[in-house]
């Protein structure tokens, strides 16, 4: 018997349509960007959780990658990366 491998085309994976702000806290966990508490709160200060601008470098390929956006670096205002709450709505504002 011979053994047969099926060969598909590699299937892109969906972008996130908009992403809430508790998913986006646990999706920057799991990305290794921020270490938050399983308990951060959404309206939670990003920058006293350790948002530096060296983390804002590697946040936004990631957040553009995830979400399929594209940020401009005035999007990268204090008040719109304050919160996961504020980044989630800066992310859902830049979906086409």
Not at 9 to 35: A, F, Q, V
């Amino acid at each position: 018997m011979v053994a047969c491998i099926a060969v598909f085309p590699r299937m892109e994976t969906p972008k996130h349509l908009s992403p809430n702000p508790t998913d986006l806290i646990d999706w920057m966990n799991g990305e290794g960007l921020l270490d938050l508490e399983w308990d951060f709160p959404e309206d939670g200060d990003l920058v006293a959780a350790g948002l530096t601008p060296t983390v804002v470098s590697n946040l936004v390929p990631a957040v553009e990658e995830e979400y399929g956006v594209v940020l401009v670096s005035s999007d990268l205002s204090p008040a719109n990366l304050a919160t996961p709450k504020t980044l989630a709505t800066l992310i859902s504002s830049r979906k086409k």
